[in-house]
């Protein structure tokens, strides 16, 4: 069964920093395409980011590009986001995602608030 716990959201101020974490069972995030999406109040869920495998590669939504980064730990099994300059356009819940062959896996979701 596939697994994956988002976590480390939080209230930060405008030019803040956050690092979200996915950690996930039952998949390896080694062996998927691992995704960052968030949902904004009244907005529909948006790309966030995505890491490829095999390989690195890494794409972001045009909005983060330079604040944010993803990156995986393997042995850990954990993904994360690093956001840095956060912005009160930030603010939403974030989810992470696993693409396998069996298919999509979903997080649900921690919370991010960027207000003073």
């Known amino acids: 069964q596939v697994q994956l716990v988002e976590s480390g959201g939080g209230l930060v101020q405008p030019g803040g920093s956050l690092r979200l974490s996915c950690a996930a069972s039952g998949v390896s995030v080694g062996g998927a395409v691992m995704r960052w999406y968030r949902r904004a109040p009244g907005k529909q869920r948006e790309f966030v980011a995505y890491?490829?495998?095999?390989?690195?590669?890494?794409n972001y939504e045009e909005s983060v590009k330079g604040r944010f980064t993803i990156s995986r730990d393997n042995v850990k099994n954990t993904v994360f986001l690093q956001m840095d300059s956060l912005q009160s356009e930030d603010t939403a819940v974030y989810y992470c995602s696993a693409s396998i062959a069996s298919g999509n896996y979903w997080g649900r979701g921690t919370e991010v608030t960027v207000s003073s």
């Open positions: 890491i490829t495998t095999p390989g690195e590669t890494t």
